[in-house]
């Protein structure tokens, strides 16, 4: 996930924007479901990643189709991003069964 934030904010700088990738940004601006705080079952583990992957993979698909058009290579970029988390969405479902 860091090797796709950095390839995101490495897209963002080359075409003259300015990616604020700390902590806190991300914190103020984040809109997936969070973990519980603490120790947790193994099953509820699982059961809140995959929300998380779910709920990012849905956002990152919903932005994804308003670049196609104006941008190949953020597209193309954006492509890889959401095949990778969809990949670990399924790895990760696969461990609740």
Known sequence: W????DAVGERIA??????D????TVAAHRELPTLTEG????????S??????AVA?????ARM?????????????VHSVVA????QLWMIRAQAE
């Open 2 to 5: 860091r090797g796709a934030a």
């Open 14 to 19: 080359a075409l003259g924007g300015f990616p």
């Open 21 to 24: 990738g700390r902590a806190e």
């Open 39 to 46: 120790p947790q079952p193994d099953r509820a583990l699982v």
């Open 48 to 53: 809140s990643l995959t929300a998380i992957l």
């Open 57 to 61: 993979v849905r956002l990152i698909r």
């Open 65 to 77: 189709y308003c670049i196609e058009d104006l941008d190949p290579v953020t597209a193309d970029l």
């Open 84 to 87: 990778t988390l969809e990949e």
